[in-house]
């Protein structure tokens, strides 16, 4: 009986390996079971078991000349499975390296534009400032570069607090005009200028 399934199997090889594609259909049912407990030996998942099977099914058909009637059929299947798997895994890696290069580049990309953005800011800023008049000029500096409390420029400059306070008002209004005016859309980046 084993030699008869033998010789039927090897029938069967023959006819696929010289186009068959009835024999091809007898051999996927008899072997597709085998192949996918093959498929989930190395998966370990159910889809991509299935998605290993047909890939396997599709190679074999593909490579229907390579197969030796004569040789382990199993051993043969086994292996055809196993380099299909490594070759899925190398798929994988390359598209997650790809994947990470790419996420990579626009990190770099964004941290340029944000770059360029700020120092964008900072120029239309300074030009801002220059439009303002020297007093206002000398209050907004005192307290944004010099880091000067209300009081302190209060006390420097012989005006009141409450002058101080207005003068810091009117330079951030004209700034603030002054950014709509010539960059619009970095208006949030003023409010981070001025706040820093």
């Not at 007898?26 to 030996?41: D, M, N, P, S």
């Not at 996420?103 to 800011?121: G, H, M």
């Not at 400059?157 to 003068?167: D, E, F, P, R, W």
Request: aromatic share 10%; hydrophobic share 35%.
């Amino acid at each position: 009986m084993e030699k008869l399934e033998s010789f039927n199997q090897i029938k069967l090889l023959n006819n696929i390996k010289n186009g068959d594609s009835a024999a091809f259909n007898e051999l996927y049912y008899q072997y597709r079971q085998k192949i996918y407990g093959y498929a989930h030996h190395f998966t370990r998942c159910k889809e991509e078991a299935e998605e290993l099977t047909q890939d396997t099914f599709v190679r074999l058909w593909e490579n229907r000349a390579k197969i030796n009637p004569e040789r382990n059929f199993d051993a043969f299947l086994y292996t055809l499975v196993r380099n299909n798997f490594l070759m899925v895994l190398r798929k994988k890696a390359r598209e997650k390296a790809y994947s990470n290069e790419n996420l990579c580049q626009q990190e770099s990309f964004n941290a340029i534009e944000d770059e360029l953005n700020a120092k964008e800011s900072k120029r239309i800023a300074q030009n801002a400032i220059e439009t303002l008049s020297p007093q206002v000029k000398k209050i907004y500096l005192m307290s944004r570069d010099d880091h000067h409390t209300h009081e302190e420029i209060s006390q420097l400059m012989g005006i009141s607090k409450n002058t101080v306070n207005n003068h810091l008002k009117k330079s951030l209004s004209i700034m603030r005009k002054y950014f709509k005016t010539y960059s619009p859309e970095t208006i949030l980046s003023l409010i981070a200028f001025i706040c820093c």
